[in-house]
């Protein structure tokens, strides 16, 4: 019923930047919380960054170099990445929760590498 896209993903260098976008579709009114998770290969899914209309949270190892935001008119979720380690490469999904039906939804994800 939540359709997730994610875009943005790529090749950067260490100490760059790079802003991953994600688009909902569908039933996207009943959306309480968005987010970004990843996960790195033999690594479990980490959480990233959530977005409510009550504000930010981050995972500690992006605090201060990520920063989550969203587009209501757009439909659209970002997340802007700076300084860029190479211990952030991962695959980075796109997360929306539904209080209403309970419903937890993903994106196909979107690799982001960075080189040293």
């Known amino acids: 019923q939540v359709q997730l896209v994610e875009s943005g993903g790529g090749l950067v260098q260490a100490g760059g930047s790079l802003r991953l976008s994600c688009v909902a579709s569908?039933?996207?009114?009943?959306?309480?919380?968005m987010g970004w998770y990843r996960q790195a290969p033999g690594k479990q899914r980490e959480l990233v960054a959530t977005?409510?209309?009550?504000?930010?949270n981050y995972g500690d190892s992006v605090k201060g170099r990520f920063t989550v935001s969203r587009d209501n008119a757009k439909n659209t979720m970002y997340l802007q990445m700076n300084n860029l380690k190479p211990e952030d490469t991962a695959v980075y999904y796109c997360?929306?929760?539904?209080?209403?039906?309970?419903?937890?939804?993903w994106g196909q994800g979107t690799q982001v590498t960075v080189s040293s």
């Open positions: 977005i409510t209309t009550g504000g930010t």
């Open positions: 569908g039933s996207i009114s009943s959306i309480n919380v």
């Open positions: 997360n929306a929760y539904q209080w209403s039906k309970r419903g937890n939804y």
